[in-house]
C-alpha cells in the first residue's frame, strides 16, 4: 500500500509545475507489482474486448501489431509518490482499437484484465480522444517485461496502478466495478493532481 510521506530536496521551480502534490522526482523506473512477474509466450497471447463475458473482438500478437501505432511522450506518476518525467511509449491507442473492432464502445466503464488476473477500472471518457494505449514499447525498445510486457495499458493521466501490467483485454462494464487495489483500499478514480491515493481522499 502506498504512504504519504516527504522525500529529499525541494525541487527546482520548473520540476515543481510538473509535480503532482506528494510525488517526488526519480530518474529511474521502479518495478511495483503485487506478485511475480508473468512470462508470456508470443505464440499464444491474445487481447480480447468484451462486454461483459460477451467477446467483441479479439487480436493475436501479430494482429495486434498490424493495428495503427500511435507515440505518446509526457511524465507517469505512481501512487507509491515517485514521478518520471519524459517517458517515450509507442502502442495502439484504444480508439484504434475500437475502430479496429468496429464498435462503439456499449457502456461508460472498462475493466482492464491481465495475465496474472490482476483487474483496475478505468471510466470510458478516461480513455478515448488520445488520453490511453495498450503500449508494447517503451524508450523505443520492446516493454521490458517488469514494466508490463509484452503489453500494458496506458493511462498516464493517473496514478500507474491504473496502467494494468500484463494485460490482456478490456470488459466493458454497466457499472464501475473495483479491481484489485480499488478492492483493498485504493480510490476509484485515482487523479494524481487531486492526491486521490485511497478511497476516502475527496
Not at 82 to 99: E, P, Q
Request: net charge negative; with cysteine; aromatic share 14%.
Amino acid at each position: 500500500m502506498a504512504t504519504r510521506g516527504f522525500f529529499g530536496m525541494r525541487p527546482s521551480a520548473e520540476t515543481a509545475k510538473r509535480l503532482p502534490p506528494g510525488q517526488h522526482l526519480t530518474p529511474d523506473f521502479p518495478v511495483l507489482s503485487f506478485g511475480p512477474t508473468p512470462r508470456v509466450d508470443l505464440a499464444t497471447w491474445r487481447f480480447t474486448l468484451k462486454a461483459g463475458a460477451k467477446p467483441l473482438a479479439s487480436w493475436s500478437w501479430d494482429e495486434f501489431q498490424a493495428l495503427p501505432q500511435t507515440e505518446w511522450q509526457g511524465d507517469i506518476h505512481c501512487v507509491t509518490t515517485w514521478s518520471k518525467f519524459n517517458t517515450a511509449w509507442r502502442g495502439v491507442s484504444l480508439d484504434d482499437l475500437f475502430a479496429a473492432a468496429g464498435i462503439t464502445p456499449p457502456t461508460p466503464f472498462l475493466l482492464a484484465q491481465s495475465f496474472d488476473d490482476y483487474t483496475t477500472n478505468v471510466p470510458l471518457a478516461d480513455v478515448i480522444g488520445g488520453k490511453a494505449m495498450i503500449a508494447t514499447h517503451f524508450g523505443g525498445e520492446p516493454l521490458a517485461p517488469e514494466h508490463g510486457g509484452p503489453a500494458r495499458l496506458l493511462v498516464p493521466h493517473l496514478y500507474f496502478w491504473k496502467s494494468a501490467k500484463w494485460v490482456n483485454g478490456l470488459k466493458f462494464t454497466e457499472r464501475d466495478e473495483a479491481g484489485f487495489w480499488e478492492l483493498r483500499g485504493y480510490h476509484m478514480y485515482g487523479d494524481p493532481w487531486r492526491e486521490q491515493r485511497f478511497s476516502d481522499d475527496p
